[in-house]
């Protein structure tokens, strides 16, 4: 089985991880979206793959601490945002589709 059928987000909608901006109410964003990571059994797996990824949080980590290298620093990634979908850019899913 894929990993992203274990991901914890798979039933949350995908907008929840990838606030518009970096302060204000996007911190609140930010700040759910990394609780749902928190408890996600692939989550490591997530950073992996979220590692090249421009924005988004990924394995629990926005795109400014992936850069840092913030992470577990397992490297990786592929394609554009998605989440766990794994969806090109302009193409994120609903949260009704699965990965």
């Avoid at 990838?18 to 490591?44: H, N, T, W, Y």
Wanted: glycine share 18%; hydrophobic share 30%; net charge neutral.
């Amino acid at each position: 089985m894929d990993w992203r059928y274990r991901a914890a987000c798979r039933d949350v909608d995908p907008e929840l991880f990838f606030p518009i901006g970096s302060s204000g109410p996007a911190l609140i964003q930010i700040d759910e979206a990394k609780a749902v990571c928190a408890v996600c059994p692939v989550r490591s797996r997530c950073e992996t793959f979220g590692a090249g990824e421009y924005d988004g949080v990924w394995g629990g980590l926005t795109a400014a601490e992936r850069r840092l290298g913030s992470g577990t620093g397992l490297g990786g990634g592929t394609g554009r945002p998605g989440h766990a979908e794994g969806r090109p850019a302009g193409n994120r899913p609903s949260s009704s589709v699965a990965p």
